[in-house]
Structures are given as C-alpha cells and as structure tokens.
C-alpha cells in the first residue's frame, strides 16, 4: 500500500494504526507535498517524516517539489478558506501525483495521512479517493482514525516521539488567512538576504531538528521544550543624510523606534559611542564594531551579507548599553556623520514561543 504523507504528527500515528489493521500489507511511505511553503518548511517536515518512518521501519520516498506548477494548480482560489474549493485542487493534484506513484510502484491501494489531520475533511478526501479509484483502479483505502479519542491518541504519540509539531497545514495562502485571524505577524515569511539565522524561525528549528537527529544517532538523551521570549524582526531600515543621499548602515538586532521615523543629528561623543539627539539612538563606527565583536569587516555591504551570529549580536548590545533588556537603535555605521539625518526603522517586537533542545 502506497501511503501519502503530509507530515510526521499525522503519519507516525497512522502508520502504527496502518501496521496494526494491515499486517499483510507492506507500507511505503511517499511524501508529496509542493503546496507547504516555504521550502525550508518543506525541507523541516520532511526531515521529521524521514525519522519518523526510520523509527517504524518503512520506506519513504519524496516527490518532486513542484511548487510552482502547484501555485498555477490553484490559481483563482488564493482567498477560499480552508476546507474549501482550493484545498480540494490541492488533494486533486496530491492524489493524481500519488496515484500514478503507485502505478508505477505496482501498487493496488493507497491512502493518505490527511484522514487523521483535524484541519482536512475526511469526506473531501473520500470523495477525492473514490474518484482516483473509478479512474485509475487503484483503491483508496478511507480508514477513520480520528474517532474514537484517535484525536487524543494522535496527540499522545506525537508528544511521546518529540515529533514537529507545525501550527499551520503549509499552504501560504491558508497561513496568510490564519496570521491574519490572529493578529500574529507573518514571521514565517521572512528570510533576511543575510541568511541570518533569526530567533524562532523555520531555519532555527530545522538546525535544532538535524542536531537531535544526531543526538540520536549516537545515543544521547535529550528533551525539546518550549521557551517563551521577546522575539524581533526587521521590515525596514534606512540612513538618509541631507535630501536623498542614503548611507551604508546597519542596525543591530532588537533596534527600535516607536515612530518609525527619527529626524536630527549626532550631538556628542563619549567612549566611542556617539549619541543621536532623537529617541536615544546611538551611532558607532564600522572600527568600533570591528573591535567589540572582533572581527575584520572591511565596509558596511560586508557586515550587512555577513553579519555574525544574533548571539554575538546580542553581546555586543549589552557591551553597548550594559543591560539584556536594551530596545534602543544602535546603528553602525563606515563614518559617523556630522550632517542632519533622517532615520526610518520598521521593526517588530513581539512575544512569542520557541522550541529548545537540552541534553539530559
């Protein structure tokens, strides 16, 4: 039997199940899913449903990430809620994909992990699976693991095996929707052309998730907890002296400006710090920087592409202003101008909740 897999929360409970009611079937686990976006959360998942089926003991393929081809797929029915017209097109194209996977396998059933998901329709996917089977003659075998506290016991495996728990299904557009109903930012989007590694973000969790693999791998116990902290992100960040002569800048992560928008000038200097006379900010020079972090930039572009990690970042903030709770903007910068400035800073702090590895 060919199962479609989605994720790891949904597939390592249903395929004990599977195992359990099928024993003479033998499973093989494929993951086809160009709708998750982006890709690092696609690359997370799959890491996840890989240890997963490693544990269980089945084969998993992957299917091609066509996630442009899935996006013309659904064109038109971008603001469709979930559940909805553009979730079916979704299951069409996994389905006719899989199906044919498992043609081509030698396959006579298939099944997918999405019966067990909370947010899918079971009756969607059946009358998706009838449909693939009057077609393709390949069973769609539609079992209903949710009833019967299968909910509670999904939930109990999933917390047992320290599986990725995801909070959205993986369709941008239904992520979109779903951060807007919270009122929660976006933060999924955002992926600095510094490749940074950001607090709380999917690149976070994919490196945290690779390293307890290797924990695993050599037999060392560990936990995965949750931690919650002020998060920050950056939308926008601009040095304008004069009228339109923009200056090679960079503020330091968890800068601030409550206006987004600060005009003055540089007032005084003291202990290489040089003090704005707006909304506290602070002004230090690329050579400053270079000495506190210890570190060799040659100009702002480089420190911009390459910045050191958000810890080292960090340090040197509380160097700079002698505390761990420190909002304030602190811009470096090549030469510290002496002219009228103008600053724009668009930046988020928020709280929020992320996962930590610790070793026991």
Known sequence: ???????????????EK????????????????PNIHPYSEYQLRLLDVQR???????????????????????????????KGARCEVCFDKRFDVSANKALELGEKKITTTLLVSPLKSQEQLK????????????????????????????????????????????CVYGLTMQRDQQERLMDEMFSPISNQILPASIEERLKMYKKRMELEDAGIEYK?????????????????????????????????????????????????IHYFNREEIKFISLDYFNTLAKTQYKNINELIFNPPSLNDELKIRELLAGSDYDLTPVIVINEIPQSKL??????????????????L
């Open 1 to 15: 039997m060919l199962v479609h897999i989605c994720c790891s929360v949904d597939s390592h409970f249903f395929l």
């Open 18 to 33: 599977l195992q359990k009611d099928y024993p003479e079937e033998k499973l093989t686990g494929f993951f086809y899913d």
């Open 52 to 82: 997963s089926c490693k544990k269980l003991g089945i084969e998993v393929l992957e299917g091609e990430y066509d996630f442009e081809a899935w996006m013309q797929a659904v064109r038109g029915l971008e603001n469709e809620p979930e």
């Open 127 to 170: 009358r998706v699976g009838d449909l693939f089977y009057e077609k393709h003659g390949v069973e769609f075998v539609a079992v209903d693991y949710r009833s019967g506290g299968g909910t509670q016991d999904q939930s109990r495996v999933t917390k047992e095996e320290q599986l990725y728990r995801q909070d959205y299904c993986g």
């Open 224 to 272: 995965i907890i949750k931690q919650k902290f002020l998060n920050y992100r950056q939308l926008n960040f601009k040095v304008t002296e004069g009228k339109n002569k923009t200056l090679s800048a960079y503020a330091l992560s968890y800068s601030t400006l409550p206006r987004k928008k600060a005009q003055g000038k540089v007032e005084f200097e003291a202990q290489n």
């Open 342 to 359: 103008e600053i724009t800073l668009d930046a988020k702090t928020y709280e929020d909740v992320k996962e930590k590895l610790i070793i």
